[in-house]
């Protein structure tokens, strides 16, 4: 397994999430990245995870709601990846995984664009 320090690694998923064109990130509502070492006992291979409300379901009944939360998840990414760049490569397509179902766009979709 690859090792990283928890602030290298945030570092990276926030220059993925700089990488995003504006015109996206302007529209991006009510959505908060956070870091985490690992994800739920149920799925300890899962990457990142989008929660929340995509913008492409909200309605006028949207208000006063916490944010939506995406989280990606550092040890299962360390495990995955054999090399240094492949982690920098792996939290981008992960980040922009996770952005993209805050658009509404499903894992099929996102598979067929290959960001999968």
Avoid: K, Q
């Avoid at 991006?28 to 990457?47: G, I």
């Avoid at 009944?61 to 490569?89: H, K, N």
């Avoid at 980040?95 to 960001?115: M, N, S, T, Y």
């Amino acid at each position: 397994m690859l090792e990283m320090t928890r602030d290298a690694f945030e570092e990276l998923v926030a220059e993925a999430l700089d990488r995003i064109p504006p015109e996206l990130t302007r529209v991006m509502d009510n959505v908060a990245v956070f870091v985490e070492d690992e994800p739920p006992s149920d799925d300890p291979e899962l990457l990142g995870l989008y929660e929340g409300t995509p913008l492409t379901e909200r309605g006028e009944w949207y208000a006063g709601v916490l944010p939506d939360r995406i989280t990606i998840y550092m040890g299962p990414t360390l495990r995955y990846c054999e090399a240094p760049e492949e982690i920098v490569e792996e939290v981008a397509v992960t980040v922009v995984h996770e952005v993209a179902h805050h658009f509404g766009i499903e894992d099929e979709r996102l598979h067929e664009l290959g960001w999968g």
